[in-house]
Nanobody
Framework: VQLVESGGGLVQPGGSLKLSCVGS????????MAWFRQLPGKERELVAT???????SYADSMKGRCTISRDNSKNTVDLQIDSLKSEDTAVYYC???????????WGQGTQVTVSW
């Protein structure tokens, strides 16, 4: 299983960013894809999930500000984040998991910094 994120960087408060993740080495369409983030000095937390059947869910703190989408034909899962705040500064990770009780796989992470 390999997950490669891209799209991080420096963005001004109020701006938008789109993160992308490409998966390989596993049957992408049947797995649950998710985005997590890890703020400085904090534990990794769930941002959004895109299930194999297409259902999506979001952390309460991100509802209304982000959209997760997957393209099974391209083995990609994207995370669009709008109205970025300094508190969104974190390393964002893509993850893949077959079932809730099976191993979760991680990408290397991509840094998002929200600052003037």
């Amino acid at each position: 299983v390999q997950l490669v994120e891209s799209g991080g960087g420096l963005v001004q408060p109020g701006g938008s960013l789109k993160l992308s993740c490409v998966g390989s080495g596993f049957p992408f369409s049947g797995w649950v894809m998710a985005w997590f983030r890890q703020l400085p000095g904090k534990e990794r937390e769930l941002v959004a999930t895109a299930g194999a059947a297409g259902m999506t869910s979001y952390a309460d703190s991100m509802k209304g500000r982000c959209t997760i989408s997957r393209d099974n034909s391209k083995n990609t899962v994207d995370l669009q984040i709008d109205s970025l705040k300094s508190e969104d500064t974190a390393v964002y990770y893509c993850s893949a998991q077959l079932r809730s009780w099976t191993q979760r796989y991680w990408g290397q992470g991509t840094q998002v910094t929200v600052s003037w």
